[in-house]
Structures are given as structure tokens and as C-alpha cells.
T-cell receptor, first 117, second 114 residues
Framework: EPEVTQTPSHQVTQMGQEVILRCVPISNHLYFYWYRQILGQKVEFLVSFYNNEISEKSEIFDDQFSVERPDGSNFTLKIRSTKLEDSAMYFC???????????????FGPGTRLTVL | DAKTTQPNSMESNEEEPVHLPCNHSTISGTDYIHWYRQLPSQGPEYVIH???SNVNNRMASLAIAEDRKSSTLILHRATLRDAAVYYCILRPNAGGTSYGKLTFGQGTILTVHP
């Protein structure tokens, strides 16, 4: 069964450093998402991406964040200068198009645990 | 986005049915009702969705009230593997500007006892 994969599973970085989290969505999917979950808190939407551009983003997704689909298979989340409060589990998700935005299910990856020291 | 209300936690015994309730009294006519779950240390996983009629799939059943102000996720025979956080999420079918982000609440923590 196709699945979303994410690398690395755990990333440790120093405050102020740049990190890139990588995701390989399911191959025929067209919509891509990043979410994050701070330990003990709810899953929060960060950004959605379609047709090589951001389609929606949350207040969390400020200028320190960027997303890219560099080669047609990978989908990356870059945090330019990490802060302590960026420590969280980051989930990538993808979905196909079924004609109705309210219908398409999202398939999530296993997540990358980001620890900022 | 319309809000959902779920109990913080529920418990069940293995092989017994589980009914997980969700209230969504401010649901709009075009909102789909989705359920996702998150097993320990994993990403969320789609369970089921519906609009007006009750729905069944291999994982669960979804019962939707006639006025759509509430719904119930039914696990027919709980297993230990069903222990997870279950999220009830409303998704607007807005088409043009909404690309289907999921807005998670706190969900219901389901504990399954052997």
C-alpha cells in the first residue's frame, strides 16, 4: 500500500540553525500539507501546497518557514532560523483530488521529531 | 470553522463495541464530517467521513443525526490496536479557496482494556 515517508525521523539542531524536513508524498497525489504537534498538544495546520504554490497557510507559518517541491517527488519544509518553540513533531500529508475539497482524505507520514536546543 | 465537541476520554473492553460521540451544533449545510485517529507515536490516520447518511467502511461506521448536529463513530469490536486519540473534524466543501486543511481539536482518548 502506498504511504507517505518522512526523513529524518528525528532531527536535533541548535537554536538559530536552518533545518530542512523532507517528505515523499504518495506519487499520484496533488495536494501536500505540513502540520505540527507540540508535545502534549493538538495537531496544528501549517501550510497546504498545490500546483507548485502555497494555497493556504496558518498564522504559525511566518517568514521563517518555507516549502518547496524541488524535484516532483520530494516536498520539503525549511525553517530558516530555528527557535526553541519550534520543537515539535512535524507531519507531512498528501491527498489526491476528488472534485470536492471537503471529501479527499489526507494520508499522513510518520513524522519528524524536531528538537531545538 | 465550525466547532466540534468531544469527550476528553473514553474506555472500552476488548471485543466490545465503542460509540464515540461528537457534537457539532454549528455545522453548515456543506460541511463534511470526518474522523481521524492518531495511534501512539504515529501520524493521524483517516477513519471515515460522511455528509448526511450513515456510512460504513472496513474500519468503522459513522452514524449522523438527522439534524446533523451530532455524529457517532462506531467501532464494532474494539481491539487493543484501536487505542488512540479520535478526532471529529468538520471540513467545509468550499471548493475554490479551501484546499481541505484539517483543523484538529483535542479529540477523545480511547483506552481499550484487555
Amino acid at each position: 500500500e502506498p504511504e507517505v515517508t518522512q526523513t529524518p525521523s528525528h532531527q536535533v539542531t541548535q537554536m538559530g540553525q536552518e533545518v530542512i524536513l523532507r517528505c515523499v508524498p504518495i506519487s499520484n497525489h496533488l495536494y501536500f500539507y505540513w502540520y505540527r504537534q507540540i508535545l502534549g498538544q493538538k495537531v496544528e495546520f501549517l501550510v497546504s501546497f498545490y500546483n507548485n504554490e502555497i494555497s493556504e497557510k496558518s498564522e504559525i507559518f511566518d517568514d521563517q518557514f518555507s516549502v518547496e517541491r524541488p524535484d516532483g517527488s520530494n516536498f520539503t519544509l525549511k525553517i530558516r532560523s530555528t527557535k526553541l518553540e519550534d520543537s515539535a513533531m512535524y507531519f507531512c500529508a498528501s491527498s489526491d483530488w476528488r472534485g470536492l475539497a471537503g471529501v479527499n482524505e489526507q494520508f499522513f507520514g510518520p513524522g519528524t521529531r524536531l528538537t531545538v536546543l | 470553522d465550525a466547532k466540534t465537541t468531544q469527550p476528553n476520554s473514553m474506555e472500552s473492553n476488548e471485543e466490545e463495541p465503542v460509540h464515540l460521540p461528537c457534537n457539532h451544533s454549528t455545522i453548515s449545510g456543506t460541511d463534511y464530517i470526518h474522523w481521524y485517529r492518531q495511534l501512539p507515536s504515529q501520524g493521524p490516520e483517516y477513519v471515515i467521513h460522511g455528509l448526511t447518511s450513515n456510512v460504513n467502511n472496513r474500519m468503522a461506521s459513522l452514524a449522523i443525526a438527522e439534524d446533523r448536529k451530532s455524529s457517532t463513530l462506531i467501532l464494532h469490536r474494539a481491539t487493543l490496536r484501536d487505542a488512540a486519540v479520535y478526532y471529529c473534524i468538520l471540513r467545509p466543501n468550499a471548493g475554490g479557496t479551501s484546499y481541505g486543511k484539517l483543523t484538529f481539536g483535542q479529540g477523545t482518548i480511547l483506552t481499550v482494556h484487555p
